[in-house]
């Protein structure tokens, strides 16, 4: 008895059949399938690998899913320019394969640039960014000096086009920037764009109209001769950025046996340079993974720094061989933070053993008690034995050496001197405002007038004494000496100014100018601290002021000068401030460097009149 019925029979031969011969038959569709993984996030301008890379792998019709024009092929190769969210699809015979969605984000400047740069300064975002910063350096030098001058720089006239053009080429969602490398010795400018060949053509044209020769290569670099005939420039592209290479000016004074060989100089189409610029191009296009964004020295100093609209990093210049004999300092990082009518920068220097031997001085006891209302100030508060390797060297170095030497020669003790010092030095700078009125209204011309106070903290007089009385013998200077309570009151005239020196047994103070009887007293040092904040012009302090605000407050304050009628006082202060706001829009500036944990903290700001001139606003 069959084992099967006839009907059942004739299925199973059948079944058997389409097993054997499946899909294969001729006139049976293929079951086609692409598996392109799992949805994923990916970065403009980097393209993306889908499909099979085999030989003889189906061809497929795919998607880009961004505008794009369809493709085919087996393997599909595609940057999306710009940040966005996409579904890439894979189609064989108008059917759907495969498919993936991708989140396109933009590609964060440092990861465009090789891991081993040396220095970088970029914006991060040219959208929220370069506005402030362009508006404010229009406030501090004009609308039209600002436009001229930062039309004129490469890549920059770009940005601004698409500031204010609004359609561009450029993506504003990613940065701009300029970054140092070792072999190649000029610098890298770099700009994130979402169109490459339109960028490329674009700047090319921006170039040539500013008379600079471009020429288009077959690798689709473009070669830039400068209109001074300077060093050729490399203008190119890669993953969504373009770069400008731009080498330093080769030295003219270099002749032979004095640099480069003979041979170098005499070839007229100095390939040495050509190289250069290729270096750098082949530094780009080799770069893979994070770049610099992953260093570790720039990951563990981002922390310490505030966030901003700028930012400057720059890596250990000396090789690691070379470790034993370089500095301490492992590397810096900054950030500038702009506002309306402030720049404001913090930075942090990071260095492998304790700056200064991580000693303080004490502050200046000058700023403790002085007259009120300086236009500039200064502290440099630093313990002596690092003043001494600051001005002389290091112990036993042979710098330090033959200066001892050279001031033993001439019968003074150095050493002594040194240790004279109690390591805090400071100045202060007055305006003499009635004085200044006055000359300006009976002279018809400006000329300063104030007055400049110098103090060191001193641990003893002798030397300091010694050093002074043997520079004064036999000099054409005039000058009276009276001895004073433990020390000497020097006296004399410079420029038709007073100028008098107290050295005293704790300290030796300069006053040069007018007397400041009569300003009202205080706390200088405080009063700056709560002006600039922290322990600014404190113990272990490095700090500078300079403060025209207080200056232009100063000469409005004048009511009355003595031998100045009221009108013509009246006259010559809108003068002079008419005058002051033409050159200027700048209130203040401020810089002070610390020691810190790690290494050292820089603060520092620069700041404009609220009634400054605004700029166009790039908008």
Known sequence: MPLFPRSSRSFVAHFLLMVAVGPWASGCRRVVRADLGADRTVEAGVPVELGSGEAGAQALTWEPGDGTPSRTGSRLSHAFARAGTFTVRALHEGQEVGSVRLTVVP?????????????????????????????????????????????????????????????????????????????FDG????????????????????????????????????RVTPLDSGEPMLLFVDRGYLYLA???????????????????????????????????????????GEGLSESALLTELRPKVAEGNVYLYSGALQRAEDAEEAGPVRGFFASLTVQPERLVLDGFLSSTRPLLQGADAPASALLADSALGPVAAAQLSVPPEELAKLAFGAPGSPHRERTVERWRARGLDAEALLKALRGDVAMLVYFDAPGFLRGFVQKQRPEPKGTVLIDAGLTSAEPVLRLLDARLQGTSLRFSAEKVPGGKLYRTLMWGYPVQLKVGPERATLVAGESLDGRPRGDVGRALRERFGGETFGAGHMSVMADLGQLRADLEAQESVPGVSAERLASAQALVKAVMEGVTPLDSAFLDFSLAEGGARLKGSLRLREDARTGRGWQ
């Open 107 to 183: 590609r964060p400047l440092p990861r465009a640039v090789p891991s081993d740069a040396r220095s970088l300064l970029w914006v991060p975002r040219l959208q929220g960014n370069v506005e402030p910063l362009v508006d404010f350096y229009e406030r501090l030098v004009g609308p039209d000096e600002a436009e001229q001058v930062l039309r004129e720089a490469p890549l920059v006239s770009l940005v601004l086009n698409s500031l204010t053009s609004g359609a561009s080429v450029v993506d504003p969602e990613e940065g701009f920037g300029l970054f140092l490398l070792p072999g």
């Open 187 to 222: 610098v890298v400018a770099l700009l994130g764009v979402t169109e490459p060949d339109a960028a490329l053509a674009a700047v090319a044209k921006e170039l040539e109209a500013v008379g600079h020769e471009v020429t288009a290569t077959e690798d689709g670099t473009m």
């Open 246 to 288: 731009i080498p330093d000016a080769a030295d003219e004074d270099v002749v032979p046996g004095e640099g480069e060989p003979v041979e170098v100089l005499a070839q007229e189409e100095a390939p040495a340079v050509v190289g250069d610029v290729e270096v750098a191009r082949r530094a780009v296009l080799g770069l893979s």
